[in-house]
């Protein structure tokens, strides 16, 4: 079975540092990744995904994730954080054909202004 | 455009009593239907999925129970609750066919008393 790993639980930044969120999967073959942000009393929604090609996909509000196949990683980032990207973030991945994701158990992250 | 809607937002329920979630999709015809747990730090188990009218599959035994009665209607359900039956609920869906990304909705917090 698919796991995703998701080694940052807590994250505090200051605003204009830069970020990374790790995440790694387990899974060899075919996949779909996802990072998916839910920001204080709204919807969890997507931030950016990646399904094949440039393995650098860029997302909403200047977010970018990098698939790196042989380290079985894709991991979030940004280069300037801002106090409203204070959120939680998770990461998912889908598998093998299978259109049902396994999610990370999510990062907390707090940007202080 | 798609909107899905989730009710109640929130529900307070003593130990023993029954439990009814419901999920509706605006906007798409036969959708992939979700219903998903998360608990803080811990990420989103998911609980139940649907593909079509009365097709529930469900992924963790639980004290809990999925019906689909139309194509865009998905109902959490349970006869008796249990403490451990608090957390969030969410309700996502995704277009029939391939496409991967999920919508979610708002969620409902239940606490068993």
């Known amino acids: 079975a698919q796991s995703v790993s998701q080694h940052n639980h807590h994250v505090i930044l200051s605003e204009a540092a830069s970020l990374e969120l790790g995440c790694n999967y387990s899974?060899?073959?075919?996949?779909?990744l996802f990072w998916y942000v839910q920001y204080p009393g709204q919807h969890l929604q997507l931030l950016l995904k990646?399904?094949?090609?440039?393995?650098l996909v860029k997302g909403i509000k200047g977010f970018e994730a990098e698939f790196i196949k042989s380290k079985f990683s894709f991991n979030l980032r940004k280069p300037s954080v801002q106090w409203s990207d204070t959120a939680e973030y998770f990461c998912?991945?889908?598998?093998?054909?299978?259109?049902?994701?396994?999610f990370g158990r999510g990062t907390s992250l707090i940007v202080h202004p | 455009s798609q909107t899905i809607h989730q009710w109640p937002a929130t529900l307070v329920q003593p130990v023993g009593s029954p439990l009814s979630l419901e999920c509706t999709v605006e906007?798409?015809?036969?959708?992939?239907l979700y219903w998903y747990r998360q608990a803080a730090g811990r990420g989103l188990q998911l609980l139940f999925y649907?593909?079509?009218?009365?097709?529930i599959s469900s992924e963790v035994p639980q004290n809990l129970s999925a019906s689909r009665p139309q194509d865009r209607q998905f109902i959490l359900s349970s006869k008796k609750l249990l403490l451990s039956d608090s957390g969030f609920y969410l309700c996502?869906?995704?277009?029939?066919?391939?496409?991967?990304?999920?919508?979610f909705g708002p969620g409902t917090r239940l606490t068993v008393t």
């Open positions: 990646y399904f094949s090609g440039d393995p």
């Open positions: 996502a869906w995704t277009p029939w066919g391939d496409s991967y990304e999920q919508y």
């Open positions: 899974y060899g073959g075919t996949v779909n």
């Open positions: 649907s593909v079509g009218i009365g097709q």
């Open positions: 998912a991945v889908a598998s093998g054909g299978s259109y049902i994701p396994t």
């Open positions: 906007g798409t015809s036969n959708p992939n």
